[in-house]
Every structure is written in structure tokens, then in C-alpha cells.
């Protein structure tokens, strides 16, 4: 330790992303830091449940949380990926899995095999039954994947689904227990340092003040610190974006079952999600403002539910994009504080765990050197953007004319990367992408396939390699596949047996 490293770490706000964030540095810095974590009762969070992606699962294992107890602690099941209902047209579905597509058994990836059949009407036309995910989640199955990579049951990937609070409870207990201190209150006042602008101090409600020499803003839409303090400014992303509204309300499990993957059901304006968590299940309206009002929201989220409603429904508005930096001077935002995209595809938490741990890759010391500064916001930037590109592909690619959202959403046009990108796929089967991406290429042939993007032609080298058995190896995919799936345990017996949580 130099005597210009960090001392003091002040954290404002709790929920999801303070106490991510307080369990991260405290479990890094392994109390060389005192921290210090702000949040109020009164306040309250805005989780109203949580779906996750496979990512969670690094973030937990690095902070040496074991698996099972964090399950039961937060009411959480497995999730094997997302069904898209009503998303291309209306009656059809896909799914959108962790994990790939088939079995490689050649040079030539699977994906383009399936392409050249699939175009020459030789295989089944819908990719999503060469998928362990789907078949496992279409029969309400689970069970941990293999890790000998030989076998079918290896190619899938999990994440969870649980209860945002829940977790954020369990999350302040671990970070507690490695000194970081909680005060219950309300921020104030900022005061900034006249020389620089940097954040000296926040002043609580009740006349006390915490000085430090790091600021995390975990104080969600508001931006205590990064926005309203710090006016750093917000990129507006809502004419790609034109989801601005949601309402929320959690419901009885009345049937008992217990489905391993996310529901995302279209409607004239936006879309419902559908979580299922062991001792309820979390449902939600996300929907634009200009097309729907928040009544026929409340009252379309309502009528379809599994069952009775156990309290009110929640109103949350929203503006999707991002601040136009993310670290500014001694201050990091995380969370919604530095940004927000809808939850279409549960990257949420993603972006939380990604900010902490971009943090402690260039965690400054006093100095706070700008090019730590200005290496943060560039790649934060980058990922935001990925993300975004990635969940416009979902508004765009659709053959929907049947309502005023869907006829924007269809015409709208779009970053230009994204253009290439879809361009590039429908011309010639290619996935344009780079290793950065956070959502791999499973994904895009998911959202493209599903939405009615199908290549002209299959990439050519597929068409050369005529002495691969294609149909063959196919035909012995989907009866591995088969045999799996029969041999697997209900998604809900597992739980039960795994991690069953005592709120059931």
C-alpha cells in the first residue's frame, strides 16, 4: 500500500448493484479499504424479481459463494434460456438458448450444416430442435450439464432466475461479514472539491457527512452523485429503443409447475415477461407510452396471469441509454445509475457485474489518472452498445404490421453496425462479431432465425465438403438429444432435491 492509495470507499445506494459492488471490492481488497455503504428503507430498490444470464454464475464463484445455499436463500430456479412468443408474427414462437446448436462433428461448424440442409429442405426447418436447451426446458426438465464435452448433455449452458431483494439481503450479510460498514439514511447534499469538482463528501439527512476518496452511484434512475452532482449527462437511445414504461406484479404458482426458462410474450406494444421462481412467479408489462397507456398495461398484464396477483402492481418509467460517461472524476456509476436497457434479454445484472469488475481491472489509486478514466468509459461504452445492437434486433426484425409499434419498430432504422451485421447474415449466413461480444453466436442464429432473418445461402464451404455424412450425423443428434431428455429429472423435483428454499 502507497500512502496515495485508496483509503476510503463510499458506496450510495444498496440494492442489486451496491451490494454486487460492496461484496466484489470487499472480497478484492480484503479490508485494506474501509467501505462504506449508504441506502434507505424508505428509498426501497426497484428489483421485482430477476432473470439472469450464465455470466452470474463467474461472478458468485469468484466471491465463493456456493451455489446451492445462494438458491435457496433467494427462491431461485434454473433457467436454460428465453421463449420469444408472438415476436416475428403473431402464433409463432422460438427460443433463444444457453448453450449451442447440435453437436460439431466436422471442420465446418454445425450451424452451417443445418443452413445447407435446412435451405435445401433436407432437415427439419426450425434449428430450435437441435437445441439440448429447448428440448430439456420444453418438457420441464433439468439437471447440471456434463462436463465431458463427448456427451450431448455437455452443450447447454444455465443461469437463474431469483428474487432481486432476496439477493441483494444475502449479499449485504456476506459483504458485512467482511467489514463493510451499512448506514441507514438519505443522502442529502454533495459537496465538490472548488479546484477540481471531485466529490469530497455526501451529507445525510441527519447532519452526518462521509467523506471518502472513491464514490460508487448505486442510486438507480436518480444519479445522486453521477448526474445530479457531477451533470455528466445522458445518451438517449429511446428511438431504437421506444420501450419506456413497465408494470410489475408477482403472482401464485397455482399449478406447482416449475418451467427451467424465461417467457417473453409479445403484445401491440411491447411485451410481458413471465419468471418463475420457487415460491412464486414474477411477471411484468414492458411497453412505449405513445402507444399504450398505463391502464390498458395494468389491465393486459393482469389478464394474464398463471394466477391471483399477490399485491399491486408497480409503475416504473424509463428512459433507455446511458450516461454520457460512466466514470467521471472519483466518481463510478453502476447499475441503473450509469445507464439502463430494457430486461428483453436479462442483462441487467450483467451490466452491474460488468462495471464492478472493469473497476477493479483499472481501480486507480488518488492520482486518479484520466486514461484509467477514459480506458473505463470506452469499454463500457462499447458493451452498452453490443448489448443495445443485440436487443434492437428484436424490434427490427419482425414481420408484425398489425399495430402502430410494430410498423415503427419494423421501418426504424438502425446503427449501422447492427445494418451490416443483419445484412451480412441474410446475404450470406455469416455472423459478423468479435470476441468482445457478450452475446456469442448461438444467439444471433436464435433472434435471426426466429424472427424470420434466414440467409439466402449457407456459407460456401459447406457445399464442398460433400463426403460428410450431414443427415447422418444429424439424425444421430436428435436421438442422443431424445435419450437425454428421457433420462433427466423434473426441473421442480431437482430443486426440491438441490436447493428447495423454506418460503415454498
Known sequence: MTSNAI?????????????????????????????????????????????????????????????????RETNATFKLGIEFIDWSKCGKSYFHPFGQYGAEFDQTPFYQYWMREAINGNTAPDIDEFSM?????????????????RKIQSTFDYAYHFDANLYARYLRGYSQKRGVQRIEGKVGNVSLAPENGFIQSVSMDDGRIIEADLFIDCTGFYGVLIEQSLETGYEDWSHWLPCNRAVAVPCENASGQLLPYTKSSANRAGWQWRIPLQHRIGNGVVYCSEFMGSSEAEQSLLENLDAEPLQDPRHLKFVTGRRKKFWNKNCVAIGLAAGFMEPLESTSLHLIQYGIMRLLALFPDNNFSPMLEQEYNALTSAEYERIRDFLIL?????????????????????????????DQF???????????????????????????????????????????????????????????????????AYVDNYCKSAAQ
Request: charged share 25%; proline share 5%.
Open 426 to 492: 441474410r446475404s450470406n449466413g455469416i455472423l459478423s462479431s468479435d470476441e468482445r461480444e457478450l452475446f456469442h453466436n448461438p444467439s444471433w442464429i436464435a433472434v435471426y432465425l426466429g424472427q424470420g432473418v434466414f440467409p439466402q445461402r449457407a456459407p460456401a464451404l459447406a457445399n464442398y465438403r460433400s463426403k460428410v455424412p450431414v443427415n447422418e450425423r444429424l439424425g444421430q443428434i436428435r436421438i442422443a438429444m431424445k435419450e437425454a431428455v428421457e433420462a433427466m429429472p423434473d426441473h421442480r
Open 133 to 149: 436447451a429447448w428440448a430439456a426446458g420444453a418438457n420441464g426438465k433439468f439437471q447440471h450439464p456434463e462436463k465431458d464435452k
Open 7 to 71: 483509503r476510503k470507499i463510499a458506496i450510495i445506494g444498496g440494492g442489486s448493484a451496491g451490494w454486487m459492488t460492496a461484496s466484489a471490492l470487499s472480497n478484492a481488497l480484503q479490508g485494506s479499504c474501509e467501505i462504506t455503504l449508504i441506502e434507505s428503507e424508505e428509498i426501497g430498490t426497484i428489483g421485482v424479481g430477476e432473470a439472469t444470464i450464465p455470466p452470474v454464475k463467474y461472478f458468485n464463484a469468484q466471491l465463493g459463494i456456493e451455489e446451492a445455499e445462494f438458491m
Open 394 to 422: 428484436h424490434y427490427k426484425a419482425t414481420e408484425r404490421e398489425d399495430s402502430e409499434f410494430w410498423k415503427y419498430c419494423k421501418n426504424m432504422q438502425v446503427p449501422d453496425r447492427l445494418a451490416y451485421k443483419i
